[in-house]
């Protein structure tokens, strides 16, 4: 059988750095196609190839064995080929209507709004979707937006979709759904292209799977020839994956005691509503809850971004809720942010730059009103090594790195300053297997040193492995705190849809 | 005296708006050009001097159009294409017209043209108070009055006025939707400078008909304000455009009545208002929501990775 979709030998490089070195790819027919591969594999490079985003420096593209140029996004949608960005491309001050009106090819020079929004509102219905046409995107929910991103391909009538981490800001509902969407538009004879790190759903969905390695093609497996050992090996070039074995510890002393606290309302974020927790020395403790349930505001009123409305919180004993005793607690904690590239980095500057953003004011990187470039530079050295950043050329803005690399900066920064609590926001969203256990190992061994670190996340497989406890959110509040080698799936789940544990 | 007031209104009012709309037109598509002072001056000598040399004011409407647009397109050339600074290429485009008028209209000082006169449409200038001011004006005023209507239907009820907002919202959502970025912004800029130009023209051919070096008289900068204060919507546009005429039409009233204040404080008046208008438009922001297309003042690259 031909392929549909067919890509030969295509190169592409940026200023510095060679992101597609000769990759192959053969997408069938009616099939779910997964693209495996690190942060920085080429993944989302080659997809915007596909999308006619970027054009390549050689290779060629066959589409039912017909050779394509694409030099715009405009002859990629005319072979039929549709994207769903990791970001996504939507018109955020638009109304859902405007934002799907893009997509429409036959759109007639004057807009007969009621007319069209006849046949929007058919197809949106088709779906069972609750989107109000009139809404602006920005309003919208994560899920709800990529919904609107999908509606506009299906407008399109498109052959190939391609997905990049579709499931990367998802919960768990959410991720579901768009799967037996998936399924269904397999069924009819399309196929789709699809980027994911997380290897239940590869085995769950994939037909067929390409493994990419450094902007190359390792190997390209048909179902059944592949399961997950298969994939972690062929994805980090080892057989095996690391296991560590968690070292006991007793508990003692509490170096954060949150009570009664209630924090500010954000549009629709829940807050926190007579919220209390402990967190004890040295411990993991993780928080898992449906994004949205406050886990936001919590991060923001522990980091010092956001003052409580009332209760207390006690560092070491000391009250430190209001706002001058807080100046120096919130100076020594370590914070992992949420959104990476918007608040965890200086985007335009360099990494050198970046891992000292807390600390230039300090010792040894001061002299005098100046910088000292010499131990900057050292400071960076050691870190780069430590934490085996792959930072580019110097002098390179961070923004290029990819962001499993980003994340390595922020948290090599935050750890240098050797605090004794660290927040960390959804860690490892979007990082690759290597990355994300690397994080894990960082967080596991700074555990060692007594160091005390609160996990926000989604991913249920990371708490478990990590915490020494896990705390379920639910509207504002704590349904239940499960010790992870004595639950189930099953257990937090029900504590994340609101049920409490007496 | 009411009638004669709106009448200096609209008037005053009306080369502001036509700057205003083609400001608006630009920075949907994104592109923000702070040269409309500069476009208004090469449309106002530009179109004075083909009017004198052809004896025909329409002519030289025309030719202020084309002028401007000619000098809107180094800037929309700058922006789009080579992706430079929107700001500093602006101010160049400011300064350049600025300088070339005035080395240009030196042999133009002093001369005179018969200046647009008034066109009364029937029955409605019978209207008591405000049908003189209103239905009695050039045709000019009524072009720009047709044109803010033109313009928001055409940004908000036709396909390419959808697809201009898109541009200047988001133009990577604009260019996976398969619409050309660069042609759209390009476009605007050209159609938007060419307004400017005839705003600028509006002096120099109605409203006072001779040309004076600098006669825009920061125009230009108060259309770039007035933008802001109309949430990029033609509509506002209008009732900000003569907001400024009145007051510059009672500032000129109180000198002409011979107040005791000084004429210096209130020809600072309508530049003032600028400010406080300014302060206000932007107070009065719902939070985290703004009209300001998002992509306002950013070059589109498709290959760079964010």
């Known amino acids: ?502 | 005296m009411i009638e004669i007031l709106l009448f200096a209104t609209i008037k005053a009012g009306t080369p502001l708006l036509f700057a205003t709309l083609g400001a608006i037109l630009m920075e949907r598509s994104g592109v923000i050009n702070l040269g409309v002072e500069g476009l208004m001056l090469v449309g106002a000598l530009t179109g004075f001097a083909a009017a004198h040399t052809a004896d025909s004011l329409f002519i030289g409407v025309i030719a202020a159009f084309f002028a401007a647009m000619a000098a809107g397109a180094i800037h929309g050339f700058i922006c789009v294409y080579l992706r430079g600074n929107q700001i500093v290429s602006g101010l160049s485009l400011t300064m350049f017209g600025i300088g070339i008028t005035s080395l240009f209209g030196r042999s133009f000082v002093g001369l005179t043209i018969a200046g647009f006169s008034k066109v009364e449409i029937p029955v409605l200038s019978k209207i008591p108070y405000i049908g003189q001011a209103i239905f009695n004006q050039d045709v000019l005023v009524y072009f720009s009055i047709i044109l803010v209507a033109a313009m928001h239907i055409f940004l908000y009820r036709t396909k390419t006025g959808l697809y201009l907002r898109s541009v200047g919202e988001n133009p990577g959502a604009a260019d996976t939707s398969g619409i050309n970025v660069g042609l759209y912004r390009m476009s605007a800029v050209l159609v938007g400078s060419g307004l400017a130009g005839i705003g600028g023209a509006y002096l120099s051919l109605a409203y006072t008909p001779f040309w004076v070096e600098n006669m825009t008289a920061g125009r230009g900068w108060i259309a770039v304000a007035l933008v802001i204060f109309a949430q990029w919507n033609s509509t506002r546009a209008m009732a900000g455009a003569y907001l400024f005429g009145g007051i510059n039409a009672v500032q000129l009233r109180m000198q002409a009545m011979g107040t005791s204040l000084s004429p210096h404080l209130l020809m600072m008046l309508p530049y003032l208002f600028t400010i406080a208008v300014l302060v206000m438009a932007t107070l009065r922001l719902e939070k985290g929501s703004t009209p300001e297309p998002e992509a306002l003042g950013t070059a589109y690259d498709r290959e760079d990775r964010k």
């Open chain 1, 1 to 502: 059988m031909e392929a549909l979709l067919k890509v030969e030998s295509v190169v592409k490089t940026f200023p510095g750095v060679k992101a597609l070195d000769g990759v192959c790819l053969n997408v069938y027919q009616g099939e779910i196609h997964t693209l495996l591969g690190e942060n920085g594999a080429g993944k989302s490079t080659l997809m915007n190839v596909l999308n006619g985003l970027y054009s390549p420096d050689s290779g060629n593209l066959l589409i039912n064995g017909q050779p394509y140029i694409f030099r715009s996004p405009k002859d990629s949608i005319k072979a039929g080929i549709g994207m769903v960005h990791q970001h996504f491309m939507l018109v955020y001050n638009h109304t859902v209507f405007e934002n799907i009106l893009l997509a429409v090819s036959d759109l007639p020079f004057w807009l007969d709004k009621k007319k069209l929004r006849i046949r929007i509102k058919e197809i949106v219905d088709r779906f069972g979707l609750s989107i109000d046409l009139d809404e602006p995107i920005r309003k919208l929910s994560i899920g709800q937006q990529q919904w609107v991103e999908l509606i506009k391909l299906l407008i399109r009538d498109c052959k190939v979709l391609i997905l990049d981490e579709p499931t990367a800001v998802l919960t768990p509902q959410e991720s579901d759904r768009l799967f037996g969407f998936l399924k269904r538009f397999k069924e009819e004879g399309r196929s789709v292209i699809f980027i994911s790190h997380k290897m239940r759903e590869v085995m769950e969905l994939s037909d067929r799977v390409t493994v990419l390695k450094k902007g190359t093609t390792v190997k390209e497996l048909a179902r059944g020839e592949f399961d997950e050992n298969v994939l972690a090996g062929l994805m980090i070039g080892t057989d095996e994956i690391p296991v560590w074995e968690r070292e006991k510890k007793q508990f003692t002393e509490n170096v954060l005691t949150i009570e009664h606290l209630f924090a500010d309302k954000e549009k629709n974020m829940s807050d926190l509503i007579d919220f209390s927790l402990e967190l004890r020395k040295g411990e993991i403790l993780g928080i898992a809850g449906v994004a949205g349930n406050g886990q936001k505001t919590l991060a923001e009123v522990l980091t010092g971004l956001k003052p409580p409305v009332s209760g207390k919180i006690f560092a070491d004993g000391k009250d430190i809720t209001n706002a001058d005793s807080r100046k120096a607690y919130i100076a020594g904690i370590a914070h992992v942010p949420e959104d990476r590239k918007s608040m965890g980095i200086a985007p335009e500057m360099t990494v050198d730059e970046n891992l000292i953003l807390k600390s230039y004011k300090e010792k040894p990187f001061r002299k005098f009103i100046f910088q000292n470039f010499k131990a900057i530079k050292e400071n960076a050295e050691k870190q780069i090594a430590d934490f085996a950043i792959k930072a580019g050329p110097k002098g390179t803005p961070i923004r290029l790195l990819s962001g499993g690399n980003i994340q390595k900066v922020i948290i090599a920064r935050e750890l240098s300053m050797r605090p004794s609590v660290l927040v960390a926001l959804y860690p490892t969203r979007g990082l690759d297997m290597g990355s994300a256990e690397y994080v894990h190992k960082v967080i596991m061994d700074a555990r060692k040193d007594n160091m005390s670190t609160i996990v926000i996340s989604e991913d249920l497989d990371e708490l478990l492995k990590l915490s020494d406890r896990i705390a379920v959110m639910f509207r504002g509040r704590i349904t239940g705190i499960v010790d992870p080698e004595h639950t189930s799936r099953e257990e937090i789940g029900l504590l994340m849809s609101g049920e409490t544990v007496q």
